[in-house]
């Protein structure tokens, strides 16, 4: 027998799918079935059920619509996140411009220290910004004695935009800077000559070649604050439609159908944002010849556009790293109130974290480890049945495992309380409370990350080298085991970095869940800390060990990502 009859038979029994492929799906759909269909399931149905009878009924949104604090909270949230969408854009736009189009000094710096504040939870920036933009803030101290006025940056709505824009902002930049990067700069070197230049050719050049990548960042940054619950909630700024889901389920319990009418609410926009940013691409081309060619290079500033230029980048990064300054400041403070800085410092923060509250971040690293463990698992077993086999419905394995993107934590929280809550254990203890609840909630959150890192790592694998193997005997489970998961390992690797630096900071999915201190993660000590004046210092504290935490997995992430690509271009 000939080698190419070998390869094509191979190549036609990976048509038909084999049982044990059979089985590892059903186990995948069996698990996302539990864990993410069933409870969003139950949230869809407690809201359309009447409180009572148990019939199919639309009285809950009746009762929704002619609500006014809920109306109020439905206008709000969008108002909220859409000016934190334009706010986001107008620190991003400059910074990616700056940095893509002109020879800048620290270009790659700022981008660096752009994407600082992703590794804060924004509800700990939320309090380190008050500190220096509150009422009786830093800066409206300084303005009051100086100048005889304060300003309400942090005031009501204003302060979760503000501070939303500024941790959110990070999503745009890194997607514009991307697509800038992929323009063809010949065209532009085409309108120059025709005497379009300045602004005139941002706006109809540039922007718009450019606006799938801004697009992606922004209806991110629409999501993620429309569903963001702390931030709001540590504002006083209770009438949004995630902290009223939270507090109707929290305050009046489980069996109320409003809070599962604002998570319904709160799904439909999610998706419909989503849905909208897709439809603004559909049928236009947004091509070019060249990625980053043609004759275009970057261009050298003026001496006053320099001025301006490294004027704005100033402003913009002391904005960016003002959260963090805060809170390391307010992490050594003894006093800090009604003062422009501390009245003293001290270590008896850390001292306290790390003897009283060592808990949370055990249970923390044992959460996040655990999530990241499941993440990458069924990320490459869905990756594999996708790309490496026609199993018959696999696609929506795809699908259902991404859609959690557009499930809202609190959605989440809610379901899992109301589903797993009634199903007690031989011990009568609800299966809600047991603390794997917690971790299941995190693997489903942010097992889209862990998914698309193994999807693309699995891609860059060529089916010939697995042919190759099977040809010289080795069966399908040998060759996964030995050739496509060490293969594969860059991109498991980044992808469980990325599960476990988010999973250790999440609250929205896991603060319903907590029934215990005991069993309490990092964030929700955070939320706790952040509650009262007093817990604020060592609030800063445990706030500072997440950061360092999460940036150091982002630092792991971003070694395992280049050292995996210098291995392959090496074998190449």
């Known amino acids: 027998m000939t080698a190419v009859p070998v390869a094509a038979s191979l190549r036609a029994s990976r048509l038909s799918a084999t049982p044990g492929q059979i089985v590892l799906a059903l186990a995948i759909a069996i698990f996302l079935l539990l864990f993410l269909v069933l409870p969003v399931a139950t949230v869809l149905y407690v809201a359309f059920t009447e409180k009572g009878s148990g019939g199919f009924t639309l009285i809950n949104f009746y009762d929704f619509v002619r609500t006014e604090l809920f109306i109020r909270s439905l206008w709000n949230s969008f108002y909220v996140s859409a000016m934190s ?22 270009a790659v710096l700022i981008q660096t220290l752009g994407f600082l504040p992703l590794i804060m939870p924004p509800f700990v920036g939320a309090v380190a910004m008050q500190l220096f933009f509150g009422r009786n803030g830093s800066i409206n101290l300084l303005l009051d004695d100086w100048f005889g006025f304060k300003i309400g940056f942090m005031e009501g709505l204003n302060g979760v935009i503000f501070v939303q824009s500024v941790h959110y902002f990070p999503f745009i930049l890194i997607n514009l800077s991307a697509a800038l990067r992929n323009i063809d700069r010949a065209m532009e070197e085409a309108a120059q000559n025709l005497g379009c230049s300045g602004f005139r050719l941002f706006r109809r050049i540039v922007f718009p070649l450019a606006l799938p990548g801004y697009l992606a960042g922004a209806s991110l940054v629409f999501v993620k604050v429309f569903d963001d619950l702390a931030t709001p909630l540590l504002l006083n700024v209770k009438d949004m439609l995630a902290p009223q889901a939270y507090l109707r389920v929290t305050s009046i319990g489980i069996a109320d159908p409003m809070g599962y009418v604002i998570s319904v609410v709160l799904i439909v926009a999610s998706v ?32 006053g556009e320099a001025v301006l230029g490294y004027g704005i980048v100033i ?29 003293g410092f001290t270590t008896a923060h850390y001292a306290r974290v790390f003897g009283e509250s060592s808990l949370y971040i055990k249970n923390t690293l044992i959460y996040a480890t655990l999530a990241g463990a499941i993440d990458v698992v069924i990320g490459v077993a869905i990756a594999y049945l996708v790309l490496r086999t026609k ?36 011990d009568g203890t609800p299966l809600a409370a047991l603390w794997v609840t917690i971790v299941l909630a995190l693997a489903i959150r942010r097992l889209p990350y862990a998914l698309r890192a193994c999807y693309a790592a699995l891609q860059q694998i060529s ?28 991109g498991i690797l980044a992808g469980f970095v990325t599960s476990f630096s ?39 504290a445990l706030g500072v060990v997440a950061v360092l935490l999460v940036a150091l997995c982002t630092f792991l992430s971003h070694l395992i990502i280049e050292r995996s690509q210098k291995a392959r271009g090496q074998g190449h």
């Open 391 to 426: 199993l018959i419905g696999r696609e929506w394995l795809d699908w259902a495992a991404s859609a959690a993107l557009a499930i809202p934590g609190v959605v989440l929280g809610i379901g899992y309380l109301r589903t797993f809550y009634g199903i007690t254990l031989p």
């Open 85 to 106: 969408v334009a706010w986001a854009s107008a620190f991003a736009l400059p910074l990616a411009y700056l940095t893509t189009r002109f020879v800048f000094r620290g």
């Open 463 to 490: 089916a010939s080298l697995e042919e190759a193997a099977e040809n010289l005997g080795a069966t399908k489970a040998r060759t996964v085991r030995r050739i496509v998961v060490p293969l594969m390992t860059g």
């Open 272 to 303: 419909i944002a989503m849905w909208l940013s897709a439809l603004a691409l559909k049928g236009r081309d947004y091509a070019t010849t060249q990625r980053g060619g043609g004759g275009l290079t970057k261009r050298r500033m003026t001496r």
């Open 502 to 540: 988010t999973a250790a900071v999440e609250l929205s999915a896991t603060l319903m869940l907590v029934q215990s201190n005991s069993d309490a993660p990092l964030a929700y000590g955070l939320y706790v800390f952040m509650q009262s004046a007093a817990g604020r210092g060592p609030g800063a």
């Open 315 to 343: 402003l913009i990064l002391g904005l960016v790293l003002a959260p963090h300054l805060g809170l390391l400041v307010l992490s050594f403070a003894t006093v800090w109130s009604f003062s422009p800085l501390p009245d």
